[in-house]
């Protein structure tokens, strides 16, 4: 026997039902809770408010961490030529054994991430990577090593939004990546606008259209977390002295290509030890625990002879900026402590130390230029030298300009960071981060 055919009257109440929970059920999968939309905005809204408390964390507690250490080193003073050298080759080693991917900045790894984010979710992008990179980031800070929070705050941030997104079963691409890298910054220095020049200019070489939405989106709700916990504070205090055009323009040539040339230089060194096959530095990565515990004795002998080169550097930078000034010596010692610790392969970026050796060229660059205030003239060097290092011109100007609340310096600081760039493109061609993130995988 056949089956009965179901009616095709449009008026058979049981068919009209039938088609109505069909079309409840529809709409249900395509726009209710469980829909993948909601799901991606769960994924972003949690995942970007979860890395802006991370990101809080970390900062108090590498603050607290960096006092720690000045108050133990002024109790005993030449603890430091035993403790730091011996923590750096622990440091390297734990790192080297437990957590490879969490060596260095934290802004390399997201780079070559960016090429396959499943499986730097197993490796550079793992929950393991990322808590050894916070905790021992942290322990290089309280021990004295010339270290930042800003790298290791965009690995950490861009582990904390794939996991979202993993948790709500939203895959994971390469735009997760770079909004949760974003995010980062504009938590760590409470200026959202950074976070998307960053993303621009150094996560996302091809910048694509579709990542907009998810970059702004993670950006701004977690510099929302930030000013809502942290406050509107201005991260170097403010500065609202300015240049007169014709002194602008000196300054600004002077400081563009000193800070350039030795921004480039200190790429050049980072990226000869990371890769380069000449003999002496082949030697040095060939004994890596070595090499660290060397590394943390310049570290420690700079510290103990200048007693400002530890740690982050932002209290010497910031009353530099506020005209106090420093000892001539500061910006290169500074420039040696921060390659010295970069360069012995434990976690810990150098975001913050080169803002503090940028400030301290300034500081020299103001005997060229008497007549001008001192906070325009250290601010012009301080952009440069950091351009000259990263090589990101635009997000160096947010950083700065909104770091120091100096908006009317923003030409100039533009102007310094755009020679810088084409000067340290001389010294250096390759960008450092880009160059340091062929160590983790990445192809460009």
């Not at 734990?94 to 060596?103: E, F, G, Q, S, V």
């Not at 197993?122 to 790298?151: N, Q, W």
């Not at 950490?156 to 691409?173: C, D, E, G, N």
Request: proline content about 5%; overall charge positive.
């Amino acid at each position: 026997m056949s089956e009965p055919v179901a009616s095709a009257d449009p008026h058979d109440p049981r068919a009209n039902r039938r088609r109505r929970i069909d079309r409840i059920r529809v709409l249900g999968r395509r726009h209710g809770p469980t829909a993948p939309v909601w799901r991606k905005r769960a994924a972003i809204l949690s995942g970007a408010v979860t890395l802006g408390l991370a990101a809080l964390l970390f900062a108090r507690l590498a603050d607290i961490a960096n006092r720690l250490f000045l108050e133990g080193h002024q109790r005993w003073p030449l603890a430091a030529l035993i403790i730091t050298p011996m923590a750096f080759g622990a440091l390297v080693w734990l790192t080297r054994r437990y957590a490879p991917d969490a060596r260095g900045s934290g802004i390399p790894q997201i780079i070559a991430a960016r090429f396959d984010p499943d499986e730097a979710m197993r490796s550079l992008a793992s929950a393991r990577t990322a808590a050894a990179k916070f905790a021992l980031t942290l322990v290089g800070l309280l021990v004295g090593a010339s270290v930042g929070r800003e790298g290791p705050t965009v690995q950490v941030s861009a582990t904390i939004m794939a996991y979202a997104h993993r948790v709500f079963r939203v895959p994971v691409k390469a735009s997760v990546m770079v909004a949760g890298g974003a995010a980062g910054v504009a938590a760590a220095f409470n200026t959202p606008l950074a976070g998307v020049t960053f993303a621009i200019e150094e996560l996302a070489a091809a910048y694509e259209q579709r990542m907009t939405l998810l970059v702004m989106t993670a950006v701004l709700i977690s510099g929302m977390v930030s000013l809502g916990i942290a406050g509107d504070y201005v991260y170097f205090g403010a500065m609202g002295d300015t240049l007169p055009i014709g002194r602008a323009i000196a300054t600004t040539l002077v400081a563009g290509v000193s800070g350039g040339l030795t921004g480039g230089l200190f790429s050049r060194l980072m990226l000869a030890f990371a890769g380069s096959r000449r003999r002496p530095f082949a030697a040095l990565r060939a004994h890596p625990v070595l090499f660290a515990l060397g590394a943390g004795l310049i570290v420690a002998a700079i510290g103990c002879a200048t007693e400002t080169t530890w740690g982050t550097g932002y209290l010497p930078a910031r009353l530099i900026i506020a005209g106090q000034g420093a000892r001539w010596w500061f910006g290169p010692a500074k420039f040696a402590a921060t390659l010295a610790t970069a360069v012995s392969g434990m976690p810990g970026g150098i975001f913050a130390p080169s803002l503090a050796t940028g400030a301290g060229l300034g500081d020299l660059l103001r005997a060229l230029f008497p007549a001008a205030a001192a906070g325009p003239v250290v601010l012009l060097g301080m952009i440069g030298y950091f351009t000259g290092v990263v090589r990101a011109p635009l997000t160096a100007v947010v950083i700065i300009s909104e770091a120091t609340a100096s908006h009317g310096l923003l030409l100039p600081l533009l102007a310094t960071a755009l020679v810088a760039d084409a000067t340290s493109s001389l010294v250096c061609r390759e960008r450092l981060y880009h160059g340091l993130s062929r160590g983790f995988g990445a192809t460009h």
